[in-house]
């Protein structure tokens, strides 16, 4: 299990910033979360104004 960025990602930063383990990287045109890094803490959806990371 692991939390992914959907394509309502508006790029503004905010969950790399928060996350614990550095698992979110700016990609091309959008975030994204290492699947092998992120813990699914849960604190990159708290962080984001669109809702962009789920848990898949
Ligand atoms: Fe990082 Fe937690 Fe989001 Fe995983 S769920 S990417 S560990 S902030
Ligand atoms: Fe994208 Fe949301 Fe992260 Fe901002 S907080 S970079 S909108 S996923």
Redesign the pocket.
């Given at each position: 299990m692991?939390?992914q960025i959907s394509d309502d990602c508006i790029a503004c930063g905010s969950?790399a910033a928060?996350?614990?383990?550095?698992?979110?990287s700016e990609g091309d045109g959008k975030y994204v979360?290492?699947a092998d890094?992120?813990?699914?803490?849960?604190?990159?959806?708290g962080?984001c104004p669109v809702g962009a990371?789920q848990?898949q």
């Open positions: 692991a939390y969950c928060g996350c614990p383990v550095g698992a979110i979360i290492d890094a992120c813990i699914d803490c849960g604190s990159c959806q962080a990371p848990p």
